[in-house]
C-alpha cells in the first residue's frame, strides 16, 4: 500500500498542474472507485464540473484538492494501487482507469487527471471540508492523526499517548487514530534505525527513546521522499507514472536473512498482522 512518502509525492506532482485548473469533464467508467462517494457517479461530476482546484494537500495517505467554494475538496485514497496520473487530454485510457477528470490551466493548458486502481480498493469523493485546529480537512479525514512531518504534530502529545498503550510499538505505529502516515514499510525502517526491538511495549519506552524514535521516523520518511517513495512493482508510481527508488536504500524491510548493514548479523522476518516484521535481533534486543 501507498505509504505517507509515496502519497506526498503524487500530491507533490499533482500540484502543479492541478491548482488553479478549471474541471472542464469528468468520466467515471467503474463506480467501484467512488465507494466513498456515496451519492454516485451523476453526483461526483456535478459536484466537480465547472469548479476550480484551490490547493492540494495531503494527510497521512489521504490527498484532496480543495474547491475553489472552499467548502469542499476532492478526496482520493489510493487503497493498495491506485494511481493518479497526468496525461495529455486524447491519450489513450491506461490499463486500469476507473475515472478521467479534464482540466484546463491557465498555464499548462489541457490535462486530463486519471485515477486508475488495478486491485479496485482505492476510491475517490466529493467531501465538505471542516477545521481541524488551523487546518481544513475532509470529513472523512477526521480520525486521521496527523503525521511526523505535519509542521503542527506534537510531539508531547505522542509521547503521551505511547505512555497509555501496553501495545507493541510497532503496532501503535500503525495505529492511524495515534499517528499517521507511517506504513509497514517505514515502522520497519525507523525502528531499526532507532535500534528499538517491533515489539517493545509502547509505554516502555524513555522519552529519550520516543524523542530518538520521532527522528528516525522523519528522517526515513524524508530521504524516501527525496528517491521518490518505494516501489517494488508497477503499482506505485508518480504521476508521470515512474517508480521511487527508495527500495535500493532499505535497511531492514524485506531482507529477511540478509546481514544487517549496521552489525553484520542476520536481519530476521517475522509474522506479522497478516504482514511480516523485519529487524535485528542484536541491533534491536527486546526490552520488556
Not at 21 to 50: N, Y
Not at 121 to 128: C, N, Q, R, Y
Request: charged content about 20%; some cysteine; aromatic content about 6%.
Amino acid at each position: 500500500m501507498p505509504e505517507l512518502p509515496e502519497v506526498e509525492v503524487v500530491r507533490a506532482g499533482l500540484a502543479p498542474a492541478a491548482v488553479g485548473a478549471l474541471i472542464t469533464g469528468v468520466s467515471v467508467f467503474d463506480e467501484r472507485a467512488l465507494t466513498r462517494h456515496v451519492a454516485g457517479a451523476e453526483d461526483f461530476a456535478a459536484r466537480l464540473e465547472g469548479r476550480t482546484f484551490s490547493a492540494a494537500a495531503r494527510r497521512g495517505k489521504f490527498l484532496w484538492l480543495p474547491l475553489d467554494t472552499g467548502a469542499s475538496a476532492l478526496i482520493a485514497h489510493l487503497g493498495m494501487s491506485g494511481q493518479m496520473l497526468l496525461r495529455a487530454p486524447e491519450a489513450p485510457a491506461e490499463r486500469h482507469e476507473r475515472v478521467r477528470i479534464g482540466i484546463e490551466h491557465p498555464s499548462h493548458g489541457e490535462l486530463a487527471i486519471v485515477f486508475a486502481d488495478q486491485r479496485t480498493f482505492g476510491s475517490l469523493a466529493v467531501d465538505t471540508l471542516v477545521l481541524d485546529g488551523p487546518t481544513a480537512i475532509p470529513t472523512q479525514v477526521l480520525h486521521i492523526a496527523r503525521d511526523p512531518l505535519d509542521p503542527h504534530f506534537d510531539d508531547p502529545a505522542f509521547r503521551t499517548a505511547l505512555t497509555r498503550r501496553n501495545s507493541a510499538i510497532k503496532r501503535v505505529l500503525l495505529d492511524q487514530q495515534v499517528v499517521s502516515g507511517i506504513g509497514n514499510i517505514y515502522a520497519d525502517e525507523a525502528l531499526w534505525a532507532a535500534r528499538i526491538h517491533p515489539e517493545t511495549p509502547a509505554s516502555a519506552l524513555s522519552t529519550q527513546a520516543v524523542r530518538r524514535l520521532l527522528a528516525e521516523v522523519r528522517t526515513v520518511l524524508a530521504k524516501a521522499l527525496a528517491e521518490g517513495g518505494t516501489s517494488f512493482d508497477a503499482q506505485y508510481v508518480n504521476v508521470n507514472g515512474q517508480a521511487g527508488y527508495f527500495a535500493h536504500s532499505l535497511n531492514a524491510y524485506g531482507r529477511g536473512g540478509q546481514p544487517c548493514p549496521r552489525c553484520g548479523g542476520p536481519i530476521r522476518r517475522e509474522a506479522f498482522m497478516n504482514r511480516s516484521s523485519h529487524y535485528c535481533p542484536r541491533c534491536q534486543r527486546r526490552r520488556l
